[in-house]
């Protein structure tokens, strides 16, 4: 689904999971610093909308994702996953009930799967799903943002600012009276150097929640009945996750950036030695300057200096050993 933003002027299409939305607007590095200063909107507008509505909506979600929610209150934003029957994350949600409602958001193109699967296991609750896409479009405004927030859009508040389930025949209005619109690229950035781990991005095929430091956050320890539940609690009290994430502190001299899967050794070892790991996400930060998350063996020492490719990085710990 391509934004009407995208006509906006210096507007740069995202290419690969985030197409549809702008990459950029012009100057990368000024859309970051303006979204580090409480200003600005992005458009995520290509992100899937999912609504659960009726009377069982919270007890059944309950049951089915790795978060409590049977109490969560009206206006609470939380996270959740859904995992595989061995403890593999399929889905990640980002959700808020506005005591009516159960609105989520949830990466491009994953709505119809996630739908199919809650429509799976409904049985006798009182809820219906619904994929709410082409009618809703989710925009971001940054923490300290004091954009107007329109009457009945639901709004998810977290310490990194506001997700608004906003109509998507508003989106145009909103931006032009809340902009300076920002890309896509200088949201990755912020997102990178907060360590916060995206489905596709960190995870793949065998990603445990441990890995990635969702355990709190999307995962409640104090609650069961989910599936995948026994891999969560087997690993929490018995063992350690096989990978861990950490925060790479890039080699600035190099023009192009390690992208995805671009293999992470040892710097002791060389480009010919034994590949620990691989970067999951790279991004040029307005003041950090180029960083990346990856992940990377539980044994690999904390301490090690990492190539990753052929450039040199230094690590942060993000998920302990």
Known sequence: MKS????????VPAEGRDEGVAAHYGDLFRE????????????LSHRGVVTVTGDDRLSWLHLLLTQHV????AGRATEALILTAHGHVEHAMYLVDDGDTVWMHVEPGTQGDLIAYLESMKF???VETADRTEDFAVVHLPAGSIADVPEGVAVRETSHGRDLFLPRGQLEAYAEAHGPAVGILAYEALRVEAHRPRLGF???HRTIPHELGW????????KGCYRGQETVAR???LGKPPRRLVFLHLDGSDVLLPGPGTPVRLAADGEEGRQLGFVTTSA??????????ALVKRNVPVDAELLAGNTAAAQEVVVEP
Not at 34 to 42: N, Q
């Open 4 to 11: 009407p933003l995208l006509s906006l002027p210096g507007a």
């Open 32 to 43: 970051q610093r303006a979204l580090a200063g409480g200003a600005g909107l992005v458009d």
């Open 70 to 73: 049977s109490d969560l209150p």
């Open 124 to 126: 006798f609750y009182r």
């Open 202 to 204: 960190e995870t793949d």
């Open 215 to 222: 355990i709190g956050s999307a995962v409640h320890l104090q």
């Open 235 to 237: 690993v929490q009290n």
């Open 284 to 293: 040029r930060h307005h003041e950090l300057g180029p960083i990346a998350l």
